[in-house]
């Protein structure tokens, strides 16, 4: 089955300080691994999508790697901002079932 | 930018009573996703739709809960007898594709559900 774990679990730095974010998985035979942001209360907002052919993925600020074979995905933030603050979710999605299983998340605080 | 739309935003209920989840997905996609989170835990996968039949369905989606996409735009949720474990935040999602980079699944702002 599944697993997938995210560390750490919080994070509070300093604005304008560059961070990473982790995420592994138990089973490397995924289809695409999604990083979500999640602001108290509410829904889930897409950041990335790389497929498991990719090795990473850039959006603004924001870089996601993806190393299948080791099982594990980062995210990067440049230049955090207290807007960022947020609880970020990665999740992945098998070959087996197209339905996403996410981390626990890392709750971001970034601090002006 | 479209987006996925889902009603009530809270519905508060009696256990033992039917609830209804609406969603209105992305109008192009095709793939549609119900997950849910209770309070300090991950978000789990409910089932997904496709092509008017259930795709896929996790433990937890026993015979309590069922899904239809009763016109061309809702896609809903149906729980019959509700229990106090099912407090959660529940969330529509949908896709495009499964495939060629058109298989983000984008989410509603979900409704957060109380059994008393």
């Known amino acids: 089955k599944q697993e997938v774990t995210q560390i750490p679990a919080a994070l509070s730095v300093p604005e304008g300080e560059n961070l990473v974010l982790n995420c592994s998985f138990t089973d490397s035979a995924i289809y695409n691994l999604q990083w979500f942001r999640q602001d108290p209360g509410k829904g889930l907002t897409s950041l990335l999508l790389i497929q498991s052919s990719q090795r990473e993925q850039t959006s603004g600020r924001l870089n996601a790697s993806l190393d299948k074979s080791s099982g594990r995905s980062t995210l990067y933030i440049a230049a955090s901002q207290p807007g960022d603050s947020a609880t970020y979710l990665c999740?992945?999605?098998?070959?087996?079932?197209?339905?996403?299983?996410f981390g626990g998340g890392t709750r971001l605080m970034v601090k002006p | 930018e479209p987006e996925v739309t889902q009603t009530p935003s809270h519905q508060v209920t009696q256990m033992g009573q039917e609830v209804i989840l609406r969603c209105v997905p992305i109008s192009n996609h095709l793939y549609f996703y119900w997950y849910r989170q209770i309070l300090g835990q991950k978000v789990e996968f409910l089932v997904s739709?496709?092509?008017?039949?259930?795709?896929?369905k996790s433990e937890i989606f026993d015979d309590q809960f069922s899904v239809e996409r009763p016109d061309g735009s809702n896609f809903t949720l149906k729980i019959r007898s509700t229990k106090l474990e099912d407090s959660a935040m529940y969330f529509c999602a949908s896709s495009e594709s499964l495939n060629r980079g058109r298989e983000t699944q984008y989410f509603g702002p979900g409704t957060r559900l109380l059994v008393l």
């Open positions: 999740a992945v999605f098998i070959n087996a079932g197209n339905m996403l299983t």
């Open positions: 739709f496709y092509n008017n039949e259930i795709s896929e």
